[in-house]
């Protein structure tokens, strides 16, 4: 049974990050982190590698005059702003350190996130 493979899923608001390690004061990407905030642990960086959908909202039609109506219902979720392959600055103290497949992530709520760097797509 051991041979099932398992997938990690992140579900709501959060994000999966792969974390950077290292006490420069320049990030991978190029931001700048000032000393106070490396060495109180204040904020961190790391890779996006997974997001959930995001926040779910109400369905409108429970407000309809005719609930009778039979409709297939689709779930609706506010959209995140973290994609995968962004490069994130976020609180440390609201990650979460699991381990999968001896990898080590964090989970970050995305209101965790302070700035997201993205690579800029070039226009046609």
């Not at 005059?65 to 689709?74: G, H, I, V, Y």
């Not at 381990?99 to 800029?120: G, H, M, N, T």
């Amino acid at each position: 049974m051991d041979s099932i493979p398992k997938q990690l899923v992140v579900v709501g608001d959060r994000v999966l990050i792969t974390p950077e390690d290292g006490e420069e004061q320049r990030t991978r990407v190029g931001l700048y982190l000032p000393a106070s905030a490396i060495d109180a642990q204040a904020v961190q960086t790391g890779l996006i590698v997974a997001t959930g959908q995001g926040d779910p909202l109400p369905d409108p039609s429970v407000f309809d005059d005719e609930p009778w109506r039979a409709e297939e219902k689709t779930p609706r979720h506010r959209p995140m702003q973290a994609k995968v392959g962004d490069h994130a600055i976020f609180f440390r103290k609201a990650a979460v350190e699991i381990s999968f497949d001896e990898r080590r992530y964090l989970v970050v709520p995305q209101a965790a996130i302070l700035v997201l760097v993205r690579d800029k797509i070039p226009l046609p």
